[in-house]
């Protein structure tokens, strides 16, 4: 037998034999042992009721009764002028010692999750909204399309920009090789241009992490710290980033998600560029930089033509459209008239000069 049902039985059998002993309901000590065996098994009912209720509304019914008694025994207290002997100040006594414990009971074990720790902080903090923080990674700010989003109003919050991302393009702009020196200074004239944005804000973090060495790391570091989302374009730092549990916003899925959706068996005009990997195979491109791959098509480079799309492929990469060239039968070239054959051409003129029968019927 488990030790709770132990407990239970012993806890009914020490109130039937306190009521048999005390004998406060009836002069014969059975009737009493009934009644007090009754009595504890509701408060054994209870208690089983009670075991699927939360602790913290438990402890908050604890804390209102407690606090309900106490301003039922005040108010009580308060009224010592009363007349005690008349029965409507007693029953009024015992109204006040009856409603404020039920009230505080009832309410404290509504109230009950205010005493989780979660809600107990929060009551210390800040009521103002917090702030959300997105931190920009050195290939979105030398990307340069940052600019144009912020300045659509799509990017909310505070733009964070790590001084050691700073560092690193710095570095960039100082480099020997031309190419990364000019990508640096693009990317410095990007943040430059956002800090001049009127309505975005915008905070040079001085937050740096020195066991950690990498810049993407810092990165994740920081984006933990804050609590907010990093910016950035790297397909490495996007996946390590979602694995250590940092939210990313990247550029590439949101230019990739803004694309035109095209379906299997429409229309669309293409200017062909190149020629095709495949037999007679045209490349063109969308503006978007959708690559178009043209069935039909490489005899038509450097020109504008109507395709009509046969597939769709959508790779981590981006977006590939498949079409083919139909052409027009205005731009197929009709076939020439096979010439008369000798023997008609011979026999025309004679049939032409041979009379009729009505004719020769009217020599005669």
């Known amino acids: 037998m488990p030790w709770f049902l132990v407990a239970r039985v012993a806890f009914v059998a020490a109130v ?14 059975a009737v009493d042992a009934v009644v007090g065996g009754a009595l504890g098994l509701v408060i054994v009912l209870v208690e089983t009721r009670l075991r699927e209720t939360e602790v913290t509304d ?28 008349d029965n409507r100040v007693v029953f ?16 404290g074990a509504r109230k009950g999750e205010w005493l989780e720790p979660a809600r107990i902080v929060s009551l210390f903090r800040n009521t103002g909204p917090q702030k959300r923080y997105r931190i920009l990674d050195t290939s979105v700010i030398i990307d340069g399309r940052i600019a144009d989003i912020c300045e659509t109003g799509f990017l909310d919050g505070t733009l964070v920009i790590p001084q050691f991302v700073l560092k690193e393009l710095q570095l960039v702009a100082d480099s020997a090789d ?35 060495r990498e810049v993407d790391l810092k990165l994740i570091e920081l984006g933990r710290t ?10 490495n730092l996007n996946k390590v980033a979602q694995l250590r549990g940092v939210q990313v916003l990247n550029i590439n ?34 503006d978007d930089g959708t690559m178009v791959v043209v069935d039909n098509a490489r005899r038509m480079i450097s020109k504008n033509i109507d395709i009509v799309v046969t597939s769709v492929l959508q790779t981590t990469a981006g977006k ?43 020599v005669k």
């Open 58 to 85: 438990l402890l908050g019914a604890l804390i209102g009764g407690a606090i309900g008694l106490g301003l039922a025994k005040t108010i009580g207290a308060a009224l010592f002028w009363a007349d005690t002997t």
């Open 320 to 362: 590939m459209i498949f079409g083919r060239y139909i052409e027009s039968p205005q731009q197929t070239p009709a076939a020439p008239a096979p010439p008369p054959s000798p023997v008609a051409a011979a026999g025309a003129p004679a049939a032409a000069s041979a009379p009729g029968p009505a004719k020769m019927q009217n």
């Open 253 to 286: 899925e949101l230019a990739n998600s803004l694309k035109p959706v095209v379906l299997p068996g429409e229309f669309m005009k293409v200017f062909i560029l190149k020629e095709g990997k495949e037999y007679n195979q045209g490349v063109a491109y969308l």
């Open 226 to 235: 804050l609590e907010g989302k990093i910016v950035t374009n790297d397909f």
């Open 178 to 212: 031309s190419l990364k020196r000019n990508r640096g200074r693009r990317g410095l004239d990007i943040l430059q241009k956002i800090q001049k944005m009127s309505g975005l804000d915008v905070m040079i973090s001085d937050i740096d992490f020195p066991e950690v």
């Open 16 to 29: 039937a034999w306190a009521a048999a002993l005390l004998r406060p309901f009836h002069p014969s000590a």
């Open 92 to 107: 009024l006594h015992s109204f006040i010692l009856l409603v404020f414990p039920y009230l505080g009971i009832v309410m």
